[in-house]
């Protein structure tokens, strides 16, 4: 049953995310007037029609939908785990919380790198003191 409930909070996730990247304008929902007047958008009408004219009440009630059902108690587990500084509960799909990675050459090879990362909240990120050995991700050093 919990296999099952892990699938079901995954596509949730990813459904949330597809929202949410069409609320930032890169809708694909084939009812939004971008891609039912494409043609006209290419020629000379492009004021007259404006993107996400018709899909954004649509979009807005269906991640109110989504986050409501990733509330149920049974995606608690998934959804919430610990700050890795303060230790306080952590909800990974609020705007409040980062992901902190750090990579270091790998032992065996030194071709390959080992990439770790944990997740916090974003005011407790610059607390966090990366372990000796390893580098902040992206960093050039």
Not at 30 to 42: A, G
Not at 53 to 63: F, G, I, T, W
Not at 66 to 92: I, P
């Amino acid at each position: 049953m919990t296999e099952k409930n892990k699938e079901e909070y995954y596509f949730l996730t990813e459904k949330l995310e597809e929202i949410e990247w069409a609320l930032d304008g890169k809708c694909n929902d084939i009812d939004c007037n971008k891609y039912m007047y494409k043609d006209l958008l290419k020629k000379r009408y492009r004021s007259t029609l404006e993107h996400n004219l018709s899909c954004v009440e649509h979009l807005k009630r269906d991640k109110t939908v989504v986050m409501r059902l990733l509330s149920q108690k049974r995606f608690r587990k998934y959804r919430y785990s610990k700050c890795a500084v303060c230790k306080k509960e952590l909800d990974k799909l609020s705007d409040t919380s980062k992901i902190i990675g750090f990579t270091r050459k790998s032992e065996g090879d030194n071709k390959y790198y080992d990439w770790k990362s944990v997740r916090t909240h974003k005011h407790c990120a610059p607390k966090f003191k990366i372990p000796e050995g390893w580098k902040k991700s992206g960093s050039k050093n």
